[in-house]
């Protein structure tokens, strides 16, 4: 079976893998938000999405990820979303968007069973959560902390001179864990979410990445 992977994650890799300390938990909110109908993930089998990537040197990429069917991990079923090169596992609860990478490694690093959660559609603007992931590379053990807050919620945002209504934008931060604090990194990227088609737009410091179309399977 092919290996599933999150793209943020491996771009979060870069600046998260070389401060070393103790492993620090997530905040908890014990609120209880209303229940979401996961409608920013309508990832029926068979349904694909178009992307253009554009670089800060104007390099140009285009791909399609398709839905392919379901995937296991951990006992939880995740959609795979994806083509020949990358995966993302993908699922969503009640308004709770997660992605699992299977396996991540990066120069010598690696960490398995990464489980982010990447969107949550039935909280406000303002509202922020956070995952830890750990690494090893031999006995090092490595921690850092990814932070996602919602900026924006139900706007209408154009992409590729097309509006997209109800949209949801969240940003990405990076901790290091140092000696036991968590030291700003600084913002790995900023993603949009459509209400009926899920990513439209992610932006990065080198670069950008917008839906070009889709295609919904029932």
């Not at 945002?157 to 990076?174: L, P, Q, S």
């Not at 290091?176 to 990513?199: D, E």
């Amino acid at each position: 079976m092919k290996k599933c992977y999150v793209l943020i994650v491996m771009l979060a890799a870069v600046t998260l893998l070389f401060a070393c300390s103790k492993e620090m938990s997530r905040e908890e909110d014990n609120s209880q938000p209303p229940a979401g109908n996961c409608d920013y993930a309508p990832y029926t089998n068979g349904s694909s999405f178009s992307y253009v990537n554009v670089n800060s040197a104007k390099d140009t990429t285009h791909y399609t990820l398709t839905v392919s069917g379901d995937t296991t991990i951990n006992g939880n079923v995740y959609k795979k979303i994806g083509n020949d090169s990358v995966f993302t596992c993908s699922a969503c609860n009640t308004g709770i968007y997660t992605q699992v990478a299977s396996i991540l490694t990066f120069q010598g690093y690696k960490a398995d069973d990464l489980k982010l959660t990447y969107l949550k559609d039935n909280v406000p603007a303002g509202t922020f959560w956070q995952d830890t992931i750990s690494v090893t590379n031999g006995g090092i053990s490595t921690s850092g902390i990814i932070q996602f807050t919602v900026t924006q919620k139900g706007i209408t945002k154009a992409v590729n001179g097309k509006d997209y209504a109800e949209v949801i934008a969240v940003r990405m931060d990076a901790f290091a864990l140092v000696l036991g604090n968590a030291v700003p990194v600084g913002t790995l990227s900023t993603s949009y979410y459509g209400k009926g088609i899920g990513l439209i737009e992610a932006d990065q410091e080198q670069d950008t990445t917008r839906i070009v179309s889709y295609t919904l399977m029932p």
